[in-house]
């Protein structure tokens, strides 16, 4: 899983690297930002997390009937639940074209005119691709649950590949009319991406039937978790959109140009190192919770959950020590070229380094409200998120408003979003869930953070007895640059781990 979702990501990078090679932080750059944002951020604000956080422990909660049509059962409210779930984007899609200017007002404010206009045809263009990942969503969610979990971490490939496949042929050929074929990209990528699953979803035996049964139990009691766990997943989505407002702000106020493009680089990058190390992990657990949940199994649950905490964090850890330090790096590495300057790497390196800092963090708001979530404790992650966001928004107004640390306080805000969501769900995890947090899983944790501290002082030390400028250097000095100051800390931290040895199952 870890492997296929590697393959997405870097494919994802690939797509921002040609991107950003392209476009640069020219207008037509941010207004590709702003446009591509809004529908994505939006199914994430309203949709996302309750397609999976509703209908993963709904459908597996079958599996604790004794009755041999369970699957069928199963699969049909699948069907009922995915009918619906088209239904209500294809109504959202229908808002968001109808509404795309005062939508790309709220939160890219800041554009000039002609830029404006431009965010909001491309916002349209893209709009309905919120249909495709609503119905992509909720047929990973019948894959997983049927324990296939390579096919689902693939499809983001097939979409970035689309997109990246559009970029290499066309580059900066097509003039103006080139940012259009590229949001138009976007929007038949994720149909393709929706289409890739058909095949293993009909050999997993699954077939779809339309159906808006509105009377079925079963969506029923998924609708009812709904609302909590919408405002539950708000967390990340408002993030982004907060980074953008922000970001526009610091525009405003400092010499550096395409703020909001530079901040999307940023997450973009983040999104790629946080989301490769934790969703594999999350999305593997998240099923087999939801069943232990149903099963009323608290000390296998409990045992599931602590060795998920365990196995990401024990990843985690030191790459966001060392990505921390290699920053600099691997921000040139990736983006440097064309349109791109070693002045705009700087600014996102700036920018992504306090995100990099709580990346742990990521792992626990990820991996507790899935097992809250399971347990149909959903209104914890919606205090965990909403507190996150007034932090989010409380740190960014305070540090734009005194004018410091330049761009890099809009990932300040961010991280301080993360880490008041974590604080929350782990003082509800230590109360609420009876056994979760044992003296074992601190003390490894303790452990692990001891490693991390480790590689990020023998990353620091090798940074500085090499010496140079990762801005003014070429991409291959900056790959040597980051294997060499990278590889023997990484080899030091497997042997520590190997002696402190974590303890699983316990």
């Known amino acids: 899983m870890m492997a296929a979702t590697v393959i997405a990501k870097l494919l994802g990078m690939l797509r921002s690297v040609l991107q950003a090679s392209i476009y640069g932080t020219t207008a037509e750059a941010n207004a590709f930002v702003a446009a591509s944002k809004l529908p994505l951020a939006f199914f994430d604000m309203l949709l996302a997390a309750a397609v999976l956080g509703c209908f993963i422990p709904v459908y597996n909660s079958f599996a604790g009937i004794d009755d041999i049509d369970r699957d069928e059962k199963a699969d049909r409210f699948a069907s009922i639940f995915l009918s619906f779930i088209i239904l209500l984007c294809s109504i959202l899609a229908l808002v968001g ?19 404006h206009r431009l965010a909001v045809r491309l916002t349209r263009i893209m709009f309905p691709l919120v249909i495709f990942t609503g119905a992509a969503y909720t047929l990973v969610g019948v894959l997983q649950s049927k324990g296939s979990f390579i096919a689902p971490a693939m499809i983001s490939a097939i979409s970035n590949a689309g997109v990246v496949l559009y970029l290499a042929l066309s580059g900066d050929r097509l003039g103006s009319f080139g940012i259009y074929g590229l949001a138009a990209a976007y929007l038949m990528s994720w149909l393709l991406q929706l289409l890739t699953l058909v095949v293993p979803l009909w050999r997993r035996g699954f077939k779809f039937r339309l159906s808006l049964d509105l009377k079925n139990p079963a969506l029923r009691r998924a609708l009812k978790m709904a609302p909590p766990i919408i405002a539950g997943s708000w967390l990340s989505p408002a993030g982004v959109l907060l980074g953008q407002y922000f970001a526009s702000r610091v525009a405003l106020a400092t010499d550096v140009s395409g703020a909001t493009t530079i901040f999307d680089y940023a997450n973009n990058i983040y999104v790629i190192i946080a989301g490769t190390l ?67 790497a700087r600014a996102t390196a700036a920018a992504l380094r306090p995100m990099l800092a709580v990346m742990p963090l990521f792992v626990v708001n990820e991996l507790l409200s899935r097992v809250f979530y399971s347990q149909n404790l959903v209104r914890i992650p919606m205090y965990a998120a909403l507190c996150g966001i007034a932090a989010n928004f409380c740190v960014g107004f305070v540090l734009i408003q005194a004018g410091v640390f330049g761009i890099a306080s809009v990932g300040a805000a961010n991280a301080a979003g993360q880490l008041v969501s974590a604080l929350v769900l782990l003082g509800f995890a230590a109360v609420r869930i009876k056994g979760l947090l044992s003296r074992g899983l601190a003390l490894d944790i303790v452990k692990l953070l001891c490693g991390g501290a480790a590689v990020f002082a023998l990353c620091f030390v090798i940074s500085r007895l090499i010496g140079g400028d990762p801005y003014a250097s070429g991409m291959l000095d900056n790959i040597i640059r980051a294997v060499i100051i990278f590889l023997p800390p990484a080899a030091i931290y497997l042997i520590y781990v190997k002696i402190i040895k974590i303890q699983f199952g316990k």
């Open 97 to 115: 074209i109808l509404f795309a200017d005062p939508l790309v007002s709220l939160i890219a404010g800041n554009l000039d005119f002609e830029t």
């Open 278 to 344: 934790t969703y594999s992990i999350c999305n593997y657990t998240f099923p087999k919770i939801s069943r232990l949940a149903a099963e009323q199994n608290p000390e296998g649950f409990a045992a599931c959950v602590r060795d998920g905490l365990r196995s990401a964090l024990m990843i985690v850890i030191p790459f966001a020590a060392a990505a921390l330090i290699l920053a600099g790096e691997g921000v040139s590495i990736v983006y440097t070229r064309g349109a791109f300057t070693p002045d705009d």
